[in-house]
C-alpha cells in the first residue's frame, strides 16, 4: 500500500526565513509525485510533478526536488502570502486510475 | 480558478438523512474522482470513474456511491449519515496523460 509522510506537521516562519519541507514515499513504482498548496476551506492548488529522482522544478520562491525515497520543497525568502499547508502526493504506477495517495501536510506560517 | 465546479458549497443536515454533492468537471475532462478530507484523515480517496465507468475505488464507505452521467457530470450520494461523515468533499478532474489532480473548491457537510 502506499505511504506518504509529511514533516514537519507545522511550521513557523519569519518572513524572509527560507526552509524546507520534507515528504517521504513509499510506492512500488512512482509514476509521479506531486506538491499541491492549500488554502483554508479551499480545494488543492497544483503546483508542481516531479517524475523521477533528480528532477527539480522551480515557481517563484518554490523549488521542489526528488530523490528515489522522498521530496523537498524548498521555500526561498517566504512572504506571508506563501502560508498556507502544502500537500504532497503520489500516484502508482500499479494503481488504477491514477488515483493520488496524500499525505498528511505541513502547515506553514510565515509571519512579516 | 480550475474550472471544476462543487455544488453544494456548504451542507448542514441531520444524522440518518441522505445528501447528493454535484461535479462539473473541466471540459473534455473524462476522469472525476472523489475525496474526503476530515481533521483528523487528510485527504483519501473514495472513488474515480472515467467516461461513465467506475475506474478505481478507494476506502468509499457501502453508505456511499457515486456515479458519473453521459455529461460527464458526477455525483456522489451519502446516506444514512452519522456525525463522523462531517467533512470537506472534493471533486477533482485530469486532463488525458497529465497525472496531475484540479480540485473544486469541495462541499462542506456538516452532519449533526
Known amino acids: 500500500e502506499d505511504q506518504v509522510t509529511q514533516s514537519p506537521e507545522a511550521l513557523r516562519l519569519q518572513e524572509g526565513e527560507s526552509s524546507s519541507l520534507n515528504c517521504s514515499y513509499t510506492v512500488s513504482g512512482l509514476r509521479g509525485l506531486f506538491w499541491y498548496r492549500q488554502d483554508p476551506g479551499k480545494g488543492p492548488e497544483f503546483l508542481f510533478t516531479?517524475?523521477?529522482a533528480g528532477e527539480e522544478k522551480e515557481k517563484e520562491r518554490l523549488k521542489a526536488t526528488l530523490t528515489k525515497k522522498e521530496s523537498f520543497l524548498h521555500i526561498t525568502a517566504p512572504k506571508p502570502e506563501d502560508s498556507a499547508t502544502y500537500l504532497c502526493?503520489?500516484?502508482?504506477?500499479?494503481?488504477?486510475?491514477?488515483?493520488?495517495?496524500f499525505g498528511g501536510g505541513t502547515r506553514v506560517l510565515v509571519k512579516p | 480558478d480550475s474550472g471544476v465546479t462543487q455544488t453544494p458549497k456548504h451542507l448542514i443536515t441531520a444524522t440518518g438523512q441522505r445528501v447528493t454533492l454535484r461535479c462539473s468537471p473541466r471540459?473534455?475532462?473524462?476522469?472525476v474522482y472523489w475525496y474526503q478530507q476530515s481533521l483528523d484523515q487528510g485527504l483519501q480517496f473514495l472513488i474515480q470513474y472515467y467516461n461513465g465507468e467506475e475506474r478505481a475505488k478507494g476506502n468509499i464507505l457501502e453508505r456511499f456511491s457515486a456515479q458519473q452521467f453521459p455529461d460527464l457530470h458526477s455525483e456522489l450520494n451519502l446516506s444514512s449519515l452519522e456525525l463522523g461523515d462531517s467533512a470537506l468533499y472534493f471533486c477533482a478532474t485530469t486532463g488525458p496523460g497529465t497525472g496531475e489532480l484540479f480540485f473544486g473548491e469541495g462541499s462542506r457537510l456538516t452532519v449533526l
Open positions: 502526493a503520489v500516484s502508482d504506477l500499479q494503481s488504477a486510475g491514477n488515483k493520488l495517495t
Open positions: 516531479l517524475y523521477s
Open positions: 471540459s473534455g475532462d473524462l476522469s
